[in-house]
């Protein structure tokens, strides 16, 4: 049986309101007193509210809680001061002003930070999740060199069926896309170019856009979208199932079993999708060209005059590069999942938004450089 009692008795003078406490001040015996005191609180008239902690035999944060919420509830012009507060209960009602969360906070799932702590805490994440990229670039260098070192523990039916996947099931959305693509691109540049007679120079754009720009980069993309969260989906499902930690257990590297194969498999199907990509892209400018009385022959052989072998290997290196980034990116994403309902949907998302912007920077740096070297 509960033997909690507490008890508060209110005293006036001209220039201050007393609340007296005794008894204990834990769970039940602020539950207890609660409505009174604050109702007392918010009927303070007199500028000054003391809290006379005298009488109090225990105190914990049901006790803090409660004289918070007396300063919380006193009118804004009343400065509450405390008596006979000895430390130990100074410090539960500091460490409760320090950890409190509004109600509405917990309901919305929105809490207030000032500026400097929103700045510390995403500059803390981002050197965090930077660490980490290291590290993981790191495992997967090694598990690489240990695949091509000793290519008869690599997994090559789990890269051929990431393969089939990744690759020949992609080919209807690239073709699709790069169609449309360098379908809208011929018209929109056939309408400068008819003002200058010069309709036939729209298979040079085309051709040289496809191969070195346009393939390589859409091709990206429909994979990191495609591909790329696949691999995260299928990575956090395991983390979160506990086969990561199980094959840590019997002393298997999860970067070698998993992301080796994905890594290799997105390796090799992204150029062979970029070529496809090229030549499907050409072929939607071709029919614009078509429809302007220009023969086939006529564009192809323009395209094959002008684009170049090394045109068409600084696009492949591109996408050799974008592959192993898209699944790199989505594996990391996947082995970063967290537990919950929500954790693979997260992963996901952070994999395609990452892979999108991390091949952009590629791509950027790749023309930096290609530049430089005049290719």
């Not at 056939?190 to 003002?195: E, K």
């Not at 506990?242 to 970067?255: H, R, W």
């Not at 693979?344 to 991390?358: F, P, Q």
Request: glycine share 10%; charged share 15%.
């Amino acid at each position: 049986m509960n033997q909690s009692t507490a008890g508060m008795k209110v005293s006036e003078t001209d220039a201050q309101t007393v609340f007296s406490f005794t008894g204990d001040l834990d769970v039940h015996g602020a539950a207890a007193i609660w409505r009174s005191a604050t109702e007392h609180a918010r009927a303070v008239q007199e500028n000054r509210l003391t809290l006379d902690m005298g009488g109090v035999r225990t105190f914990d944060s049901a006790g803090a809680g409660l004289l918070f919420a007396l300063e919380q509830s006193v009118p804004e012009n009343v400065t509450v001061e405390y008596l006979h507060m000895n430390k130990m209960q100074s410090s539960t009602l500091d460490l409760f002003r320090k950890n409190y969360i509004d109600p509405e906070t917990i309901l919305t799932g929105k809490q207030k930070q000032d500026i400097a702590t929103f700045t510390g805490k995403k500059t803390i994440l981002f050197f965090k999740e930077l660490f980490d990229a290291v590290v993981f670039t790191g495992e997967l260098s090694r598990a690489m060199f240990k695949s091509i070192v000793n290519p008869r523990l690599f997994r090559w039916q789990e890269c051929a069926a990431v393969f089939d996947r990744a690759g020949i099931n992609a080919l209807f959305i690239v073709g699709l896309i790069s169609f449309i693509v360098g379908l809208v691109m011929a018209f929109q540049a056939a309408i400068p170019m008819r003002m200058f007679g010069a309709e036939i120079y729209v298979a040079d754009l085309i051709g040289l856009a496809m191969t070195r720009e346009l393939g390589p980069l859409m091709t990206a993309i429909v994979l990191a979208g495609r591909s790329g969260s696949a691999f995260a989906a299928e990575t956090g499902t395991m983390k979160i199932n506990e086969e990561i930690d199980a094959l840590y257990t019997i002393g298997i590297d999860p970067v070698f079993f998993i992301v080796v194969p994905r890594v290799f498999a997105a390796a090799i199907a992204t150029p062979l999708l970029t070529v496809f990509s090229d030549f499907i892209g050409m072929a939607g400018g071709g029919i614009v060209l078509l429809t302007m009385d220009h023969p086939i022959s006529a564009y192809t052989a323009q395209i094959i005059s002008r684009v170049t072998s090394m045109d068409m290997i600084g696009g492949l290196i591109k996408s050799v590069v974008f592959g192993i980034l898209i699944a790199g990116t989505g594996c990391f994403r996947g082995l970063q999942t967290e537990s919950g309902p929500g954790g693979v949907g997260v992963s996901t998302t952070k994999s395609v938004v990452s892979s999108i912007v991390i091949i952009a920077v590629a791509d950027a740096l790749f023309s930096i450089l290609y530049y430089i070297l005049e290719i």
